[in-house]
């Protein structure tokens, strides 16, 4: 289970999380995809309508609704949704006086057993650091970053990563940066090129190999209500797309055999 979560905005995170779940989806993994997002802009990109959005994930959040209550069946064969409405706006303020507030989501995806019925569950988070966003890295085991190849990316990056820090250390013991995406990426400029080589240096091998390009096809899809993938399967963000995929299964696979290596033997 994976969060894709950056506390900056417009880094192509929404893109990211709707691209990469039709691409692991096309393989035939079973994915669901929870828009933790007010903005909703993850069920806009996969052509749910607003008046289909309810119950959605501010229900299930807040324990109103079950699993199968909230879940859509998408038009992308093997990908499930649970949307967002503007209503979750009002759950940052709801969950201060719940208890156990920031397992809310965690708790609620234990009760349906949602693991068993999905190969992947990616969550994609809004632009903050608030109880929203804090279910969401309780919940899951790693955190994909997307990071768009600016002169702010660094600083941004650095501030979720102490958050991510804090929440290991007194929630989520096992969570844990899985990679870090490189978006916009506009390798005729030279500032471009500069922010990725620092990116690169600072975070190693923790940075995808596959980097997301300025893409025209990227922009207009979510318009169209679908990901980049079914509105142009040829242009160059799709097929970026489809590489960083095949790099998350590849990592995902090496960091399973590297746990089952490390597990006692009986």
Known sequence: MFAIANQKGGVG?????????????????????IDLDPQGNASTSL??????????????????????????????????????????????????????REHRLLEALATDDARARWTTILIDCPPSLGLVTL???????????????????????????????????????????????LTMVDRRMTLSQQVEADVRAHYGDLVFG??????????????????VLIYDNACAGSQAYILLASEFIRRRRIAAEQVTAHEPTS
Do not use: W
């Open 47 to 100: 052509g749910i309508a607003r008046s289909e959005r309810s119950p959605g994930s501010y229900e299930f959040l807040l324990g109103l609704s079950p699993l199968g209550d909230c879940v859509r069946s998408s038009q992308i064969p093997n990908l499930s949704v649970i949307p967002a409405a503007t209503s979750l706006a009002g759950a940052e303020i709801e969950l201060i006086d719940m208890e156990r």
């Open 210 to 227: 596959t980097t997301i390009p300025r893409n025209v096809r990227i922009a207009e899809a979510p318009s169209h209500g679908l990901p």
């Open 135 to 181: 279910n969401a890295l309780v919940a899951v085991d790693a955190v994909l970053v997307p990071l768009q190849a600016e002169f702010l990316a660094l600083e941004g990056i650095g501030a979720l990563g102490t958050t991510i820090d804090r929440i290991r250390k007194r929630l989520n013991p096992k969570l844990h940066i899985a990679g870090v995406i």
């Open 13 to 33: 995170k929404t893109t990211t999380a709707i691209n990469l779940a039709t691409a692991l989806a096309a393989v035939g993994e079973q994915v669901l995809l």
